[in-house]
């Protein structure tokens, strides 16, 4: 038995539109590609084609996950981020496209500082801290983060995108990981992107975050602040002089982290906005 490809693109539209999916179309035939390791062009080359009946089961199994709430990355494996194909799985959080925010900044600051050692705290899949790596040659990014699952999965991107000389990866909560026998590891420029999701908000979030993104990864307390205090706190033991912090915000934080920066001796403290006008990073000058 086999089906119209045209005909199972349909089904599969359809499947996930009724799943309540907003891009039901695109995603159906991202699907498509991912299960018969198809590109753009060799995709539109199947309209015509047909699927035998185990196929048509295989490609409606990942559409099941995906109408159940599985977000479409984790299926895949994968999200580009600033360009750069970055891999993902359950245990991980998802690169946002907010988060381009945060490293067009950090290249600018780069630039314009010769700054020459970037740290990236809470790194996960370790998104921001490679797309600096490849787009600053010469800089050198060290990246922490307390999660097993997402330093294993940082150090994979990491040597998938040839970074291994320019990029580290250490597992451990925040600083920690740095405090060497022979002092303090010190940088010219911090990055975060740290859990800032306060904690009441979470359960109103979509099921395909809160049910499927790693909880350590979006909880930032009964606030959202907590790691904003903690790394503000203890940032400027590890900058170097004149050196620089960058915060991924939530779009209603930005007052509170500038003040917790002030408070903590920064300098030149701004917010700035993302491409659809809200607050997103905060950054301050030691």
Not at 136 to 159: F, H, L, W, Y
Not at 214 to 226: C, N, Q, R, T
């Amino acid at each position: 038995m086999t089906m119209p490809v045209k005909e199972l693109l349909l089904l599969g539209e359809k499947r996930l539109a009724n799943a309540g999916v907003s891009n039901a179309k695109g995603e159906s035939r991202d699907l498509y590609c991912y299960r018969f390791s198809l590109n753009q062009r060799q995709f539109l080359m199947e309209w015509q084609n047909t699927r035998e009946f185990e196929d048509c089961e295989s490609y409606f199994s990942l559409l099941d996950r995906r109408a159940e709430g599985e977000p479409l990355q984790y299926i895949m494996g994968v999200q580009n981020f600033y360009g750069y194909d970055i891999h993902v799985e359950p245990g991980v959080l998802i690169p946002r496209l907010d988060s381009e925010t945060v490293v067009e900044n950090a290249i600018r600051l780069i630039s314009e500082r010769k700054y020459k050692t970037v740290l990236d705290l809470c790194t996960g899949s370790g998104a921001l801290g490679i797309a600096i790596a490849k787009e600053c040659p010469g800089v050198k990014v060290t990246m922490t983060d307390a999660s097993e699952k997402a330093v294993k999965i940082a150090r994979e991107n990491v040597q998938a995108q040839g970074l291994s000389k320019d990029c580290k990866v250490v597992q451990g909560d925040l600083f920690e990981p740095l405090k060497g026998v022979f002092g303090k590891q010190k940088f010219d420029l911090i990055i975060s992107n740290p859990p800032y999701i306060a904690s009441a908000v979470i359960p109103t979030l979509d099921t395909e975050v809160k049910d499927f993104e790693p909880m350590e990864a979006l909880d930032g307390g009964e606030s959202g602040l907590d790691y904003y205090n903690k790394i503000s706190a203890s940032a400027k033991d590890f900058l170097k002089k004149r050196g620089a912090i960058v915060f991924e915000i939530g779009y209603d934080q930005g007052e509170a982290v500038s003040d917790l920066l002030k408070a903590a001796g920064f300098e030149d403290v701004e917010v700035y906005k993302d491409l659809a006008g809200k607050d997103r990073t905060v950054i301050g000058i030691i």
